[in-house]
């Protein structure tokens, strides 16, 4: 690792050195995220309140501290909901959050304390004075139902995911230790590991009992570790739940559970008016591919590239990839397939255009039966077979082969 990556480490390890690490941060452009930052100025120009939501140590109060250097608002108020001293300080929300109107005022782990959603409600709703609430969060929106309730018409969101291949531009760094920004920047792949294991005890035995949720850290992690072996396939809550010795109703409240903190993505099968038989369960996948492969206890290169399940790991890796560069909500994708003869990995809408995504692990795809039924039964304006690489060729009409590492460069020509 770079002297630069170090400090670039130790800058997301103590985010309180902002001043003294922001150059930095600024000149190692490819981790800056400003994208992030634009999109945070664009929900304020609409909103009063806006919640900057991903999983945990992804990187949302750096960019929170960078977004407040960026708009110079050096007097901005943080509070922090895991700190003894800013609870303390919230003794009296309404007093605390009120005394200073004219700074912003950040609060962070807010899906701790979800009673203040009200509090924001009633303080930005104040005709006297325009409060601006940045407030980040490591559960979605469908865990905080607070937020949607309370704060309707005046809270926008933006999820931060892990950094993606276009920002770090090593895939195979990035597959192997997932783009959590303090697994991806570690001295090595050991230290990443290690890092990752302690992770995901913390948010087993911390993390989920904080949300409210009364289960046995043992039982979640079986369950997360048998959800590893359908990672890229369907969804059979029955099937987990026997292997568990737990009801259907228990798998499905956990994979909610999972899904609602950033862990699991649920990929929503899309039904065509078509006369055949449409598969209707969801898919699964986890988001981090160095969750899954810490879960797995694969630890290097060398024991990822033998694994059983490389091209469905690879599948779920790319498909984060393309969700990313096309900057997808996870309402925005689905999969498609039928009962006999054909499937789609993924299917977006985009600037009008129906898009359709296989993926495939080799060196050169081809066209396949599938695809032009998929193409023909979904009337798509163009499929992309991606692969790992980095050339984009035509394989048919309407039909392209894409390399994984030039995904960032979506080239709208090849759709009109």
Same mark, same amino acid.
């Given at each position: ?32 995220? +400003? ?26 109060? +750096? ?41 912003? !005022?950040? !609060? ?131 099937? !987990? ?8 109703? +228990? ?7 999972? +899904? ?146 030039? !995904? ?9």
């Amino acid at each position: 690792m770079s002297n630069l990556q170090g400090k670039l480490l130790n800058f997301i390890e103590n985010p309180c050195k902002l001043e003294v690490e922001w150059q930095i941060y600024k000149d190692y452009s490819m981790i800056a995220r +400003t994208h992030y930052l634009k999109k945070i100025d664009e929900q304020f120009k609409v909103h009063s309140v806006c919640a900057l939501l991903g999983q945990r140590q992804v990187g949302k109060t +750096t960019l929170a501290r960078m977004y407040v250097k960026e708009q110079r608002a050096d007097n901005a108020r943080f509070f922090d909901l895991e700190n003894t001293i800013d609870l303390a300080r919230l003794e009296n929300p309404m007093l605390a959050l009120s005394a200073e109107p004219e700074k912003l !005022i950040v !609060i962070d782990e807010i899906q701790l304390r979800p009673e203040l959603f009200s509090v924001i409600r009633v303080l930005v709703d104040d005709p006297e004075h325009k409060r601006k609430f940045l407030i980040l969060g490591s559960a979605s929106r469908d865990l905080i139902r607070q937020s949607s309730e309370t704060l309707a018409g005046r809270i926008g969101f933006v999820e931060l995911p892990p950094f993606a291949l276009s920002e770090v531009h090593d895939a195979q760094q990035l597959w192997l230790r997932g783009g959590l920004p303090r697994s991806y920047l570690a001295t090595n792949d050991e230290e990443s590991f290690l890092w990752r294991q302690g992770y995901i005890t913390t948010f087993l035995e911390r993390d989920i009992p904080s949300l409210g949720f009364n289960i046995p850290p043992v039982q979640l992690r079986r369950f997360w570790l048998m959800l590893a072996h359908y990672h890229g396939q369907i969804f059979n809550a029955s099937e !987990i739940a026997r292997s568990l010795g737990v009801s259907g109703h +228990t798998a499905r409240r956990y994979l909610d559970i999972l +899904t609602g903190t950033f862990m699991v993505r649920e990929l929503t099968p899309w039904f065509e008016n078509i006369q055949k038989r449409q598969v209707k369960s969801p898919k699964m996948y986890f988001r981090d591919s160095g969750i899954l492969n810490a879960l797995l206890n694969i630890k290097n290169n060398e024991e990822l590239n033998t694994y059983p399940k490389l091209g469905a790991f690879w599948e779920g890796f790319a498909l984060e990839e393309v969700i990313k560069a096309h900057d997808l909500k996870p309402e925005e994708c689905f999969y498609w397939a039928t009962q006999a003869d054909a499937e789609l990995d993924l299917l977006i809408f985009k600037d009008g255009k129906r898009l359709g995504f296989e993926f495939k692990y080799m060196d050169a795809p081809r066209t396949t039966r599938s695809m032009h039924i998929a193409i023909a039964d979904l009337k798509l304006d163009h499929l992309f077979a991606v692969y790992p690489g980095n050339v984009t060729y035509p394989l048919a009409e309407k039909i392209t082969a894409q390399g994984l590492e030039s !995904i960032a460069q979506f080239d709208n020509h090849l759709i009109e």
